[in-house]
C-alpha cells in the first residue's frame, strides 16, 4: 500500500462526503479509491469510515485519524512549497470557480498574463453561476460578488464593480424611458436576476445623494445566470440591473441604453474566497497575489 497516497484518499473522501466525487477531484477510477480506503483500514486495524449505498460517515476513529492525517499532509505541502517558493517555480493545479460574466468580461481577458508568468500552473476553471462547496466540489478558491459572512472562508477584497440599470433601445420606444426608479411600478416589465441557492428575485436598488431606494416588484420574468439575464434584456424583454462590466460591449454598440443614470446603486464588492481551514499552496497564494494587484481595476471597467 501507498500509505501516502492512501491518507491523501481517505482525506478527500471525507472532505467530499462521497467516494465518487473524492474519485473525481482526484482524477482516480472509484475503484482505486474504494480499495486505498479498504486498505489504509486494514493496516490501521480500524473502520474509518461506515459506508451505505447513500451516504459514506466518517467514525469516530475516523474523525481522529483524518484530523492527525491532515496535519501531516499539510507539513509536507509546506516542505514542497518551500523548494517551490526557492525555486520561484509554483506548479500545479489550481481549481477556481467564478460566475458566467465576470468570467467573460473580465478574468478570462486577464488570464493570458497569468499564464505566461506561471507556466506551470494549470487551471481549471468552474464557469457557473451556482453557488459551490469549496470542500465538497473540491474547488481551491471562488471569486464572488456580494457581501461575504460565512466565518469559515477566508474573503479577501479583490475591487468593486458597478451597477447600471439598462434596457434596450425598442423597449424604451415602445414603453417610454422612466425618470426616476418609482416609475418601474407603473407598467415597466422587470427582468430579476434570481439567487441559484434561495430562488428568490435580487430587489432593484437605487441610491441618490444618500438617499436609498429598493424596489421589490413582481418581476415579468426572472433569470438565474448572468449571461442570460442580459440577453434578455437586449432582446427588448425588460429592464435589468448589471454590472456595467458585463453591459459595457451592448452599450457601446447601443444595443443597450442606461438609464436612471444618477440613481446608480452603491458600488458592488468582489471577494476572493478560500476555506479558513485548508493549507493555502503557493500556486494559490500567487493567484490570490496577481487577483489582488490585477483584478480590481478590470472589474472597475478601467
Known amino acids: 500500500m501507498d500509505q501516502l497516497l492512501a491518507m491523501r484518499v481517505f482525506a478527500r473522501v471525507v472532505e467530499t462526503g462521497n467516494f465518487t466525487r473524492a474519485a473525481d477531484a482526484l482524477d482516480m477510477p472509484n475503484a482505486t479509491v474504494s480499495k486505498l480506503v479498504q486498505e489504509l483500514e486494514s493496516h490501521l486495524n480500524v473502520r474509518l469510515l461506515q459506508r451505505t449505498t447513500r451516504r459514506v460517515t466518517v467514525t469516530a476513529e475516523g474523525q481522529d485519524y483524518y484530523a492527525k ?3 501531516v499532509l499539510h507539513d509536507l505541502d509546506d516542505i514542497d512549497a518551500s523548494f517551490n517558493v526557492a525555486q520561484g517555480k509554483p506548479r500545479g493545479h489550481l481549481r477556481v470557480d467564478i460566475g458566467s460574466s465576470t468570467a467573460s468580461c473580465v478574468l478570462i481577458p486577464l488570464l493570458p498574463d497569468f499564464m505566461k508568468r506561471y507556466p506551470d500552473i494549470r487551471i481549471d476553471l468552474g464557469v457557473s453561476d451556482r453557488a459551490v ?4 466540489d473540491s474547488v481551491d478558491c471562488v471569486i464572488r460578488g456580494g457581501p461575504m459572512d460565512d466565518s469559515s472562508l477566508v474573503a479577501r477584497h479583490i475591487g468593486w464593480a458597478t451597477l447600471i440599470t439598462c434596457a434596450s433601445p425598442a423597449y424604451l420606444k415602445q414603453h417610454g424611458v422612466p425618470a426616476y ?11 430579476s436576476y434570481v439567487s441559484t441557492q434561495s ?3 435580487f430587489p432593484f436598488r437605487f441610491e441618490r445623494g444618500g438617499e436609498k431606494t429598493e424596489l421589490k416588484i413582481e418581476h415579468r420574468m426572472g433569470i438565474n445566470e448572468s449571461t442570460a439575464h442580459l440577453a434578455a434584456c437586449v432582446a427588448g424583454l425588460g429592464i435589468v440591473q448589471t454590472f456595467d462590466y458585463a453591459a459595457a460591449n451592448d452599450l457601446k454598440q447601443k444595443a443597450l441604453v442606461e438609464i436612471l443614470k444618477p440613481w446608480r446603486p452603491a458600488a ?3 471577494h476572493v474566497v478560500y476555506p479558513s481551514n485548508r ?8 493567484f490570490i497575489d496577481w487577483l489582488m494587484a490585477r483584478f480590481p481595476d478590470k472589474v472597475a471597467g478601467r
Open 268 to 270: 458592488y464588492p468582489f
Open 69 to 71: 492525517a491532515t496535519r
Open 181 to 191: 426608479p418609482e416609475e418601474l411600478r407603473n407598467g415597466h416589465k422587470l427582468i
Open 279 to 286: 493549507h493555502v499552496t503557493h500556486r494559490l497564494q500567487v
Open 199 to 201: 430562488g428568490r428575485a
Open 133 to 136: 462547496d469549496l470542500i465538497s
